[in-house]
């Protein structure tokens, strides 16, 4: 059975940097597209970005285009979301997810079955 754990959120100033990590164990995520989704107070889980099982091809919410960076790192099953030029809008708990065994996961849509417990994200002054 998948399992993913999230770290890297926290505290930090309009304008910062966080790296998220999400591990994971049980299964491999070699063949498998993977992202990361928030949730903000009082709102719905959106998509932030994804990257594709082979190529490694990588899909963005317009919002976070140009700041945000997600990669994988096969060899140590991780993924990573590195989170520049933070701004307050961001805040919120990230999710790491998924799609086992398919070549894309598409933001769009939350209807995935492996997800991480998830990590705070606050960018406050």
């Known amino acids: 059975q998948l399992q993913l754990v999230e770290s890297g959120g926290g505290l930090v100033q309009p304008g910062g940097s966080l790296r998220l990590s999400c591990v994971a164990s049980?299964?491999?995520?070699?063949?498998?597209?993977a992202g990361w989704f928030r949730q903000a107070p009082g709102k719905a889980r959106e998509g932030v970005a994804s990257?594709?099982?082979?190529?490694?091809?990588?899909y963005y919410e317009h919002s976070v285009q140009g700041r945000f960076t997600i990669s994988r790192d096969n060899a140590k099953n991780t993924v990573y979301l590195q989170m520049d030029r933070l701004k307050p809008e961001d805040t919120g708990v990230y999710y790491c997810?998924?799609?086992?065994?398919?070549?894309?996961?598409?933001?769009?849509?939350?209807?995935?079955?492996?997800w991480g417990q998830g990590t705070q994200v606050t960018v406050s002054s």
């Open positions: 997810v998924v799609n086992l065994g398919y070549e894309y996961l598409w933001l769009s849509t939350d209807e995935y079955d492996y």
């Open positions: 049980g299964s491999t995520l070699e063949n498998s597209a």
């Open positions: 990257i594709s099982a082979y190529d490694g091809s990588t």
